[in-house]
Nanobody, 122 residues
Framework: QVQVVESGGGVVQPGGSLRLSCVASGSISSINVMGWYRQAPGKERELVAVETRVGTTNYGDSVKGRFSISRDYAKNTVYLQMNGLKPEDTAVYYC????????????????WGKGTLVTVSS
């Protein structure tokens, strides 16, 4: 079983910064893709940023140039550095993990954390 836990959310003023962290645990040998999605009230969940195990990244259009994703492969951890935050970035941010190898068995299903709330407000 894979557990995914996010941390780092909170309240920040417009223009401020936050750093989110996500740890995946559970006898994991490797993870193909780790990333972040977000869901604002009344809206669908959308891509924020993902990174593959070879370092390829993909960002949602609304966060390009402001957010940066990084991974610590040894710790099965992914980070999201968010700069220049705007009120429209307010959402619950979810960590997503795909392509997990546990005891030489590949698991293709996605795993999700419970989310961490980011509120951008003055």
């Amino acid at each position: 079983q894979v557990q995914v836990v996010e941390s780092g959310g909170g309240v920040v003023q417009p223009g401020g910064s936050l750093r989110l962290s996500c740890v995946a645990s559970g006898s994991i040998s490797s993870i193909n893709v780790m990333g972040w999605y977000r869901q604002a009230p009344g809206k669908e969940r959308e891509l924020v940023a993902v990174e593959t195990r070879v370092g390829t990244t993909n960002y949602g259009d609304s966060v390009k140039g402001r957010f940066s994703i990084s991974r610590d492969y040894a710790k099965n951890t992914v980070y999201l550095q968010m700069n220049g935050l705007k009120p429209e970035d307010t959402a619950v941010y979810y960590c997503n993990v795909v392509g997990v190898v546990i005891a030489d068995t590949f698991h293709g299903e996605p795993y999700w954390g419970k989310g961490t709330l980011v509120t951008v407000s003055s």
